[in-house]
């Protein structure tokens, strides 16, 4: 897939001009060893294999896919926490793939991230005031004695009570945590804020209460925001474009209104199936597409298109043989397969 | 977001928070309070013990709470060192221990203000006597005449000393090697570990046997330096096996995410959250080192006479053990076990109190 097929199927609403992060061929795989003292290599995980992806300033790009899709490795591949084994990442504008520690410190002000274990995200040894306050430290941003009130402020922004500031971790609910990472992430005032699954460990009453003080924070600050998540309902209410990942690959990328209403390939298909529906008439009439089998292992993926074994569209030999590239379909909707499904096929599993 | 909102949103969440620091306060300083109206005294209770505890009455109660968060500000936060201290405060045993450990230590520290006699001065007017209060040789003296109980404190000056020393050394040599395994990983652990395991396999007793019989016996801190070499194998694995955890942990992602440096993360976040275990293996080795050097001493290495440690002053009075003189091996025998258990004990309560899954303080 090339990057001008994408960036003509560039779409409307917040998705315009220079993008801020891009992907290009980006591929990561884990090295699997044996051996105690003479290592050698006996296979890989393509945890995320040649994608590429594009997010422009302002928007907010949901990801979705089921868990081991390399959904967070691609996150970490933007935040460089991992270093690709082949291909670029673009930081607006900037060649960022082979940056060291230092020359990255200018981008790291410029990109953050929200974890998504509030439990495990925050060192229990610290209190509140010096979590928040380290990336002013690190970066040397704001002089030693306005970091309290900084500080201090950041909490109060995202809902916090900055009379806390010394308090534990520990000491603080789920979404409390959760609002103190975001806080965190915030310090710098940076343009990027990559969310891993930031409401996935919560409970659903708090959970919208996070989701807004996000949509908040991006409309205040300009924020642009890559939402990770396997929750298709909270990526629907976040994202303006949204992109499935399967098997280390990006299979569609889409405006988030598109792809919930005309879903092209068959998995994104079946992920929309799967959302339950709350009217019990209705989700009589809907029909499930049921996925066969597991997913396949990431060491040794499926030849052609990775779907294909579990593909109720799929053809052979073609599946099986030739990898689908992204093709175009409705503004902005870009595809990965052969045979996508047609509108009989998407509004039987809407039965709207 | 805006205002009322933001305003909204915290005294919700203000209100469903457990306070659970509160909590514990309150179970100490105002349990009366608690037990008469337990659903506003648990909040209550978060006014500093040096307060008045408020009477049973909700306006009361009320009223301290208003006063309560007006003031929040200035709580100050009881750090984990203040909790940890409450929970080994609460370690029966191990508090006893510390105490014994503490007159046994601080005897060894102002020997010279405590012994009647110097460890070498000798009387043989007053040689081969037991136990009696006769000239205050309160344990009796030796065949010189020396006074025992002026040996045993020196000696436990010289033992504890070695000691204190060897548990100092092999820390820091174990908290470096196990930290930079653990954090770097790949080759740099592998070598580090090889090597390890290779200390591992000696049998440690067999080379301090040969290393003190080439060196001779020497000064406390040479036999301190060549123990301390031997001491921190089992304190790098230690280290490194919670770093390899701890480099996995999202908070330490975090940092990396925010742009912090190896020694930042090192020092400031994994460093913190193993001071624990190595506090705790920081007393065990206190103990072994102990028992090593008298060990050492038994067998005739170690430190040089006259100047006497617990083990030496062992091997000098066996003999004589032999012709009912029971107190030359007795008493420094004594200090020994008093020692390592006290110890082992107080590491015991350490290792409890330090556990910061462990939130009970009753």
Known sequence: ?352 | MTEPEAGRDRTRDAANQPLPRDAELGSETSAPVEATAPPVGAPSSAIPPSEEPAPSGSTAQDAELESLYEQGLDIKARSQWALARRRFLRHKLAVGSLIVLILIFGAGIFAEQIAPYSFSEQNFEDGNLGPTFHNQHYFGTDVLGRDYFSRVVFGIRTSVRVALLVAFLSTIIGVLIGAIAGYFGGWIDNLLMRFTDLMLTLPILAVLLVASALLGEGSPYRVAIILAFFFWTTLARIVRGSFLSLREKEYVEAAKAIGANDRRIILRHMLPNTLGAIIVNLTLTVATAILIEATLSFLGFGVRPPTPALGKLIEEGQGEMLIGHWWLVVFPGLMIVAIVLCINFVGDGLRDALDPTQRRTT
């Open chain 1, 1 to 352: 897939m090339s990057t001008v097929e994408l960036s003509t199927a560039r779409t409307t609403g917040k998705a315009t001009g220079e993008p801020l992060v891009k992907l290009v061929g980006v591929k990561k795989y884990f090295p699997i060893t044996q051996g105690i003292i003479l290592q050698k290599k006996v296979g890989q995980v393509h945890a995320v294999d040649d994608v590429d992806l594009e997010i422009y300033p302002g928007e907010t790009l949901g990801v979705v896919g089921e868990t081991g899709c390399g959904k967070s490795t691609t996150a970490r591949l933007v935040m460089k926490l991992y270093d690709v084994t082949e291909g670029r990442v673009i930081f607006n504008g900037t060649d960022i793939t082979h940056l060291k520690r230092r020359q990255m410190a200018p981008f790291r002000r410029e990109m953050q991230m929200i974890f998504q274990d509030p439990y495990a995200s925050l060192n229990p040894r610290k209190t509140i005031g010096s979590i928040i306050g380290e990336p002013f430290r690190i970066h040397k941003t704001v002089s030693e004695e306005k970091i309290k009130s900084e500080v201090q402020q950041l909490m109060e922004l995202v809902g916090l009570n900055p009379e806390h500031y010394n308090r534990y971790p520990h000491e603080f609910s789920g979404g409390q945590r959760q609002r103190i990472g975001v806080a965190r992430a915030l310090a710098l005032r940076p343009k990027l804020i990559i969310c891993d699954e930031p409401v996935s460990a919560l409970d659903v009453s708090i959970q919208a209460q996070i989701l807004n003080l996000l949509k908040d924070l991006q409309n205040e600050f300009k924020l642009t925001y890559m939402f990770i998540a396997h929750d298709l309902s909270v990526v629907k209410h976040m994202s303006d474009r949204v992109a499935v990942m399967y098997l280390g690959k990006i299979v569609e990328v889409a405006p988030g209104a598109t792809l919930y209403k005309y879903p092209k390939h068959p998995y994104s298909g079946a992920l929309l199936s799967a959302i339950p529906i709350a009217d019990p008439d209705l989700a009589e009439k809907k029909q499930r597409i049921v996925l066969q089998g597991d997913v396949p292992s990431p060491v040794d993926p499926p030849s052609g298109c990775r779907f294909h074994p579990r593909c109720p569209n799929a053809q052979f030999p073609r599946c099986s043989d030739v990898e689908p590239p992204l093709a175009a379909h409705r503004a902005g909707q870009l595809a990965a397969c052969h045979y996508p499904l047609d509108d009989v096929q998407v509004n039987a599993v809407k039965a709207e």
